[in-house]
């Protein structure tokens, strides 16, 4: 079994790769070029130094990371058998992809693997445009920029911004943090003399100049923010938790705040239902902040942080979800029982019983009602067809009937509770949420005793003052002119 031996190119200038690296590649053999695209290759050539380029993995895919991948396994065959040695530009470790993978396969294989550097572009960049990097900075591909958490307070280098489709992908996803007229600078060929060039632009202005190619990087220093994000509202909730904070924020508990969470949670609900966006918006972030309060007053007590939810989150999402992050497959209707199966697991539960306890007993009784009968119905508890479910309707309302003309009221209570279960017990049969179909009753009910009263009072009358049957007459008139 061979070894392999990465070697670093530098930014491109032939003074800037390193002894080590040079006297290498002047010395070996089976030398391998990502690519020959690199300004320092013309020289290497005319040192007689022989080399094979793997430029032409680029041209059998146009997925780059399929073509990463396929490099690096081809550099593993190879190794399997020689020594060889691996050049790419600039630093190994430094915004090349190829390395990593190599660096796994041959850690698993157990093939030996060195690292010989030369100067990283960011080197060379930080150089050409006189910044010191002990300020911070972050590096990102521009192919993975979408994916990445753009901090504006860091000073951002981006890779990769081959050409004017790049860059405007590029600038698309930047305006979400900065704004459109935030200077930003293209940096061509750095480190590489008679080449090297900078170009300070408008962030809206990225895409209009034509000077992109292989050797194209992009550096935003850092600066104020456009927008703020989670880590902000942490932040601000912290201080108005501090010393020199809100005095009504500071005494918050955890049980103070039980209201708050239900009360911001209908809110949200009234502004989908509006469908208004605005106000959605402004509701969600109200949710948010209940969620962030929380967090604070649990970091502060020792017991857990927003890092720490977060975490438990992505964890159940991804246990619960094995169709999508692992190897299962089944359909949406496996998917509600084996959803249920999955949280009895994590719950440690035994039994379906443990379940249904487990719904939270202050969600309001339709809710809860409609829950219990879910879950019940997963294990084959329910009714055949919905003809037994109008009979058991029927029969729970003459019971209703019976109790009364008794005058039992404990009776009347029990055989209520009874009828409104099997009135749930039909909506999920029909697939109506009962929650929602008795709010929009109660609002038809409201528009309608709304006009009653109206049409009253251009009469000069109150509603005091009038017959049932005059009420009447109006309520059958609103109920052509509302829904």
């Given at each position: 079994m061979g070894s392999i031996t990465i070697v670093g190119l530098g930014p491109g200038d032939y003074d800037?790769?390193?002894?080590?690296?040079?006297?290498?590649?002047k010395e070996g053999k089976n030398i391998y070029f990502r690519t020959k695209k690199h300004p320092i290759v013309e020289n290497l050539i005319k040192e007689n130094i022989e080399f094979k380029s793997l430029d032409y993995f680029y041209e059998k895919e146009n997925d780059f990371e399929k073509v990463y991948d396929n490099i690096s396994k081809f550099i593993m065959k190879e190794a399997r058998t020689n020594d060889i040695i691996y050049a790419v530009p600039g630093h190994p470790r430094v915004a090349e992809n190829t390395v990593e993978i190599i660096e796994k396969y041959a850690h698993n294989e157990g093939i030996k693997l060195n690292i010989i550097p030369s100067m990283s572009f960011v080197d060379a960049m930080f150089n050409f445009l006189g910044v010191d990097p002990v300020h911070g900075f972050k590096l990102v591909d521009a192919f993975k920029l979408s994916k990445e958490k753009i901090d504006t307070?860091?000073?951002?280098?981006?890779?990769?911004?081959?050409?004017?489709?790049?860059?405007?992908?590029?600038?698309?996803?930047?305006?979400?943090?900065?704004?459109?007229?935030?200077?930003?600078?293209?940096?061509?060929?750095?480190?590489?003399?008679?080449?090297?060039?900078?170009?300070?632009?408008?962030?809206?202005?990225?895409?209009?100049?034509?000077?992109?190619?292989?050797?194209?990087?992009?550096?935003?220093?850092?600066?104020?923010?456009?927008?703020?994000?989670?880590?902000?509202?942490?932040?601000?909730?912290e201080k108005l938790r501090g010393e020199n904070g809100c005095s009504w924020d500071k005494k918050q508990t955890h049980e103070s705040l039980k209201p708050y969470v239900i009360e911001e949670a209908y809110e949200l609900v009234e502004a989908i239902e509006k469908d208004d966006l605005e106000e959605m918006i402004e509701e969600l972030g109200d949710i948010l902040l209940q969620v962030i309060f929380h967090c604070q007053i649990g970091k502060e007590e020792g017991y857990f942080d927003l890092r720490e939810v977060s975490?438990?989150?992505?964890?159940?999402?991804?246990?619960?979800?094995?169709?999508?992050?692992?190897?299962?497959?089944?359909?949406?209707?496996?998917?509600?029982?084996?959803?249920?199966e999955l949280k009895k697991e994590e719950k440690g539960e035994k039994t379906?019983?443990?379940?249904?306890?487990?719904?939270?007993?202050?969600?309001?009784?339709?809710?809860?009602?409609?829950?219990v009968q879910k879950k019940a119905a997963l294990v084959g508890f329910d009714w055949d067809n919905i003809d037994d479910v109008y009979k058991k309707i029927e029969e729970e309302y003459k019971e209703v009937i019976d109790a009364h003309r008794h005058g039992n009221i404990q009776y009347i209570e029990e055989e209520i509770g009874d009828l409104l279960?099997?009135?749930?017990?039909?909506?999920?049969?029909?697939?109506?949420?009962?929650?929602?179909?008795?709010?929009?009753?109660?609002?038809?009910?409201?528009?309608?005793?709304?006009?009653?009263?109206?049409?009253?009072?251009?009469?000069?009358?109150?509603?005091?003052?009038?017959?049932l049957e005059e009420m009447d007459d109006l309520w059958n008139k609103s109920k052509k002119i509302t829904n």
């Amino acid at each position: 079994m061979g070894s392999i031996t990465i070697v670093g190119l530098g930014p491109g200038d032939y003074d800037l790769i390193s002894h080590g690296a040079y006297k290498l590649l002047k010395e070996g053999k089976n030398i391998y070029f990502r690519t020959k695209k690199h300004p320092i290759v013309e020289n290497l050539i005319k040192e007689n130094i022989e080399f094979k380029s793997l430029d032409y993995f680029y041209e059998k895919e146009n997925d780059f990371e399929k073509v990463y991948d396929n490099i690096s396994k081809f550099i593993m065959k190879e190794a399997r058998t020689n020594d060889i040695i691996y050049a790419v530009p600039g630093h190994p470790r430094v915004a090349e992809n190829t390395v990593e993978i190599i660096e796994k396969y041959a850690h698993n294989e157990g093939i030996k693997l060195n690292i010989i550097p030369s100067m990283s572009f960011v080197d060379a960049m930080f150089n050409f445009l006189g910044v010191d990097p002990v300020h911070g900075f972050k590096l990102v591909d521009a192919f993975k920029l979408s994916k990445e958490k753009i901090d504006t307070n860091s000073n951002l280098i981006i890779t990769q911004v081959y050409d004017k489709f790049i860059a405007s992908e590029v600038k698309l996803n930047l305006m979400d943090y900065y704004n459109d007229d935030e200077y930003v600078y293209i940096v061509k060929g750095a480190g590489i003399k008679d080449i090297e060039e900078k170009h300070k632009v408008k962030l809206y202005e990225l895409d209009r100049l034509d000077k992109f190619d292989y050797l194209t990087s992009i550096y935003i220093p850092k600066t104020s923010k456009k927008y703020y994000d989670v880590f902000d509202l942490e932040e601000i909730m912290e201080k108005l938790r501090g010393e020199n904070g809100c005095s009504w924020d500071k005494k918050q508990t955890h049980e103070s705040l039980k209201p708050y969470v239900i009360e911001e949670a209908y809110e949200l609900v009234e502004a989908i239902e509006k469908d208004d966006l605005e106000e959605m918006i402004e509701e969600l972030g109200d949710i948010l902040l209940q969620v962030i309060f929380h967090c604070q007053i649990g970091k502060e007590e020792g017991y857990f942080d927003l890092r720490e939810v977060s975490a438990k989150i992505c964890e159940k999402l991804i246990y619960r979800h094995p169709h999508v992050f692992g190897e299962e497959n089944f359909n949406e209707e496996e998917f509600n029982k084996k959803w249920e199966e999955l949280k009895k697991e994590e719950k440690g539960e035994k039994t379906v019983t443990e379940s249904l306890e487990r719904i939270p007993k202050h969600l309001p009784s339709l809710i809860k009602s409609n829950k219990v009968q879910k879950k019940a119905a997963l294990v084959g508890f329910d009714w055949d067809n919905i003809d037994d479910v109008y009979k058991k309707i029927e029969e729970e309302y003459k019971e209703v009937i019976d109790a009364h003309r008794h005058g039992n009221i404990q009776y009347i209570e029990e055989e209520i509770g009874d009828l409104l279960f099997s009135i749930v017990n039909l909506s999920r049969f029909l697939n109506i949420d009962p929650e929602q179909a008795l709010n929009n009753t109660t609002k038809k009910f409201i528009k309608r005793f709304s006009f009653i009263e109206n049409s009253a009072l251009k009469t000069g009358k109150k509603l005091e003052e009038m017959t049932l049957e005059e009420m009447d007459d109006l309520w059958n008139k609103s109920k052509k002119i509302t829904n």
